[in-house]
């Protein structure tokens, strides 16, 4: 079955540092691939997608992933957190079954000033 | 202003208590899907539908109805609530094919519903 994997379930980081969260598919070939992020009591955004064509990919808020066919990942990226970015991130892939969309468990990221 | 819209946006009830949570769309998009949302579970698809008249299921369906008679509207029905579907339900829908901003989905606002 397919699935999307998503290891850290809490991240805190400082204003400032850097950011990494991870996302692992399961999926033989290239799935449509998205980063989501849903701050407190709102709906989900998007931040970037990947369909094809270069594996680093520029997201809105500075974010970028890179898609890593060899690992199955697609971990997104920021320099630079700012407190504004606190918030619930959720990796997602669509695989070969259309309209069948896949989202990891979620990661919790907490800035501290 | 494209948006999809869902209706109640909370709702308290009780065990075996019909219910309809609605969901609308005003860009044309061809494909709508409904997502419950548990801690620590992430978004888990419900139902979804590719255009009028035709719907599928996604990992956890049990419990729930799903009709598109109509390409806007998507509503979620609940014939017989159990505390088990307490939760919060989102809506989304895209475009299909492979023009810039297609598959990608728009969400609503949520619903969040509680089942005593």
């Known amino acids: 079955a397919q699935s999307v994997t998503q290891p850290d379930i809490h991240i805190t980081v400082s204003e400032g540092a850097s950011l990494e969260l991870r996302c692992n598919y399961s999926y033989g070939a290239t799935p449509y691939l998205f980063w989501y992020v849903q701050s407190p009591g709102q709906g989900l955004q998007l931040l970037l997608k990947y369909f094809s064509g270069d594996t680093l990919v520029q997201g809105i808020k500075g974010f970028e992933a890179e898609f890593k066919r060899s690992q199955s990942s697609f971990n997104l990226r920021k320099p630079s957190v700012h407190w504004s970015d606190a918030a619930e991130y959720f990796c997602?892939?669509?695989?070969?079954?259309?309209?069948?969309?896949?989202f990891g468990r979620g990661t919790q990221l907490t800035v501290w000033p | 202003e494209a948006q999809v819209t869902q209706n109640p946006r909370y709702l308290i009830t009780v065990t075996g208590k019909k219910l309809t949570v609605t969901c609308s769309q005003n860009?044309?998009?061809?494909?709508m899907s409904w997502y419950r949302q548990d801690p620590g579970l992430g978004l888990r698809q419900i139902y979804y539908?590719?255009?009028?008249?035709?719907?599928d299921k996604g990992d956890v369906p049990e419990g729930y109805k799903v009709s598109r008679k109509e390409k806007r509207n998507f509503p979620l029905i609940l014939e017989s609530p159990s505390p088990n579907q307490t939760s919060l339900y989102f809506c989304?829908?895209?475009?299909?094919?492979?023009?810039?901003?297609?598959?990608?989905?728009?969400f609503g606002a949520g619903s969040r519903l509680t089942v005593l």
């Open positions: 539908s590719m255009n009028v008249e035709v719907t």
């Open positions: 997602a892939a669509r695989g070969s079954t259309l309209g069948r969309l896949y």
């Open positions: 989304a829908s895209t475009r299909q094919g492979a023009s810039s901003g297609a598959n990608v989905l728009t």
């Open positions: 860009m044309n998009h061809e494909y």
